[in-house]
Nanobody, 124 residues
Framework: QVQLEESGGGLVQPGESLRLSCSAS????????LAWFRHVPGQAREGIAV??????TYKLSVKDRFTIFRDDAGNTLFLQMNSLQPGDTAKYYC???????????????????WGQGTQVTVSS
């Protein structure tokens, strides 16, 4: 079972950028669905970006601002977040599961490996 660990969160002002990293204990290249979720207390966990065989899909609210990508070595997943807004404040989690076909989706119950999360706070 792959283990994941996020880093890179912090406090930023509106309009600024952050890059989150997710280090994996195993190779998470081809053959894995990789995703970023976020959670605000009192709300449901929200899937925001998924990487399916190298192809990204985004939740509409972050599309054109966030970019999900993986390093060439296949051990680290990233989330580049630009033009951050107060509504992006949340704890961010990376998640992974073996891709058994059928596509990769932002459905949290499908993912078997999760990091511990990293807090992102956007405030002036």
């Amino acid at each position: 079972q792959v283990q994941l660990e996020e880093s890179g969160g912090g406090l930023v002002q509106p309009g600024e950028s952050l890059r989150l990293s997710c280090s994996a204990s195993l190779y998470i290249g081809s053959g894995y669905c990789l995703a970023w979720f976020r959670h605000v207390p009192g709300q449901a966990r929200e899937g925001i970006a998924v990487l399916d065989n190298g192809y990204p899909t985004y939740k509409l609210s972050v599309k054109d601002r966030f970019t999900i990508f993986r390093d060439d070595a296949g051990n680290t997943l990233f989330l580049q977040m630009n033009s951050l807004q107060p509504g992006d404040t949340a704890k961010y989690y990376c998640a992974a599961r073996i891709d058994r076909g059928g596509g990769c989706f932002l459905l949290d119950h499908q993912y078997t490996a999760w990091g511990q999360g990293t807090q992102v706070t956007v405030s002036s």
